[in-house]
Nanobody, 123 residues
Framework: VQLQASGGGLVQAGGSLRLSCAASGRTFSRFIMGWFRQAPGKEREFVAAITGSGGSTYYADSVKGRFTISRDNAKNTVYLRMGSLKPEDTALYYC?????????????????WGQGTLVTVSS
């Protein structure tokens, strides 16, 4: 599986962005998909995840109520809608895919990674 993330950019605090992650392959719907982020000087952290069917979603407390993860299995794409952005949301955002069927927020449990897309939120 190859993942290609896009949609990052520079936005003012309070603004919004939508990230996309396009996946190759025919088994996209079997994968748990996650978004992670890494700010300069910090460890990579979990942001959100969604099950293969899209029926269940999970969020880090820091983004709950502001970010929404969704997927379109017909397009092999997962999205992260980010709203009410804050300067502390500035980071390189990665999408990731996990083969196994249950959710986990741990980056080491994910099997495939995209290249990252940079989100910068100015104050």
């Amino acid at each position: 599986v190859q993942l290609q993330a896009s949609g990052g950019g520079l936005v003012q605090a309070g603004g919004s962005l939508r990230l996309s992650c396009a996946a190759s392959g025919r088994t996209f719907s079997r994968f748990i998909m996650g978004w992670f982020r890494q700010a300069p000087g910090k460890e990579r952290e979990f942001v959100a995840a969604i099950t293969g069917s899209g029926g269940s979603t999970y969020y880090a407390d820091s983004v709950k109520g502001r970010f929404t993860i969704s997927r379109d299995n017909a397009k092999n794409t997962v999205y992260l809608r980010m709203g009410s952005l804050k300067p502390e949301d500035t980071a390189l955002y990665y999408c990731a895919a996990r083969r196994s069927g249950y959710y986990t927020p741990h980056s080491y449990d994910y099997d495939y990674w995209g290249q990252g897309t940079l989100v910068t939120v100015s104050s």
